[in-house]
């Protein structure tokens, strides 16, 4: 969809082509044998906001067999992302007014999550290994948990209660603790 902000105006096309990318990056990494490095495992991390117990269980694979699989999953994760960019691209040409454009996207989105995230949590359990490994190179000491939760407060700009709110809630909070070894359902604790 061509305008003056260009073709990735709207979240869904820019969604869709990072997490293009990102499979892309995934299947050449795999192809190659080469390893899944914490920075690869933060940027999906910066796609899929999707809470996950740690640390994760690992399958007994050999590294070939993680790898084959890996390419396999990032080959899928491509194929549907391409498909659904050239679906929105197509429609929305057609659509005639900025509404329909929206409502399009806002499909094409919930698409990508009900077709994707199932193969993103697919590819985190084969990536077991490296995802732990980034997991405790963030884990935060328990020592400092009620600071790094007073920072997030004060981030927030919230008051006590309505942080305790958020962690009940705030689906992204909730994950973004969990990414640091926090348990949001005993975080209050802390505060």
């Known amino acids: 969809m ?8 709207l979240p869904t096309n820019r969604f869709l082509t990072e997490l293009k990318e990102s499979a892309v990056v995934l299947y050449i990494l795999a192809r190659e044998k080469a390893p899944i490095t914490t920075r690869i495992i933060e940027s999906l991390d910066e796609i899929f ?35 659904l ?54 884990r935060i000491d328990p020592s400092e948990v009620a600071d790094f939760l007073e920072n997030l407060r004060h981030g927030e700009d919230a008051t006590l209660e309505e942080f305790k709110a958020h962690l009940k809630e705030d689906h992204t909070l909730r994950v973004l603790l969990k990414r640091y070894g926090i348990d949001p359902d005993t975080a209050e604790d802390y505060l």
């Open 49 to 83: 906001v999707i809470e996950m117990n740690y640390p994760l269980k690992e399958m007994k694979l050999s590294f070939d067999e993680r790898m084959s699989l890996v390419y396999n999953v990032a080959k899928d994760i491509e194929s549907i992302t391409i498909e």
């Open 2 to 9: 061509s305008n003056e902000y260009g073709e990735d105006w």
């Open 85 to 138: 960019l050239d679906e929105g691209n197509v429609k929305s040409e057609k659509s005639a007014s900025y509404d329909e454009k929206i409502e399009l996207y806002q499909t094409v989105t919930s698409l990508a999550y009900n077709r994707v995230i199932p193969l993103y949590r697919e590819l985190m359990a084969i990536l077991a290994p490296e995802r732990n490994k980034a997991f405790e190179s963030r």
